[in-house]
């Protein structure tokens, strides 16, 4: 038997972290909510994920930092990460993918289902070649 894929999805509106685990479990992903980075680095020591969703625009450290400290981490490095944000500025999408973000979503243009499928292409396209993050999308 296979091992369920493991998100973390960090993500401080509970209710909305909720309903993306639903149709994340369709996809037959195993989903871990961190409501701030400090949870998000515990739970990454407990378990590695396969792939992180972050909202950059929580409260207790800027996500985009957080974001380049996981790039500079051996055991996080190669990590698909996907940006889910309010924060639809150029300056910080340019800055997300510039520090290694493999996608940017902004939460008002996609749906948990079409975020759900969104991820198990990138899961896909990551475990059949090798992840590069100076190869980001949008």
Request: hydrophobic share 40%.
């Amino acid at each position: 038997m296979r091992r369920k894929l493991v998100i973390l999805m960090v993500e401080d509106d509970k209710f909305f972290a909720e309903i993306c685990e639903r149709h994340f479990a369709i996809h037959k992903f195993q989903t871990k909510i961190a409501k701030n980075f400090i949870e998000a680095d515990k739970k990454i020591k407990r378990t590695v994920p396969d792939i992180i969703i972050v909202d950059i625009a929580l409260e207790e450290q800027f996500g985009l930092k957080w974001i380049k400290n996981l790039r500079g981490e051996e055991i996080t490095a190669k990590i698909p990460v996907v940006v889910l944000t309010g924060l639809g500025d150029r300056e910080n999408i340019q800055q997300a993918l510039e520090i290694g973000a493999n996608k940017y979503f902004l939460k008002s243009q996609i749906t948990p289902h079409e975020l759900a499928e969104q991820v198990s292409l990138l899961i896909k396209s990551s475990s059949s070649s090798s992840y590069s993050p100076s190869t980001p999308s949008i």
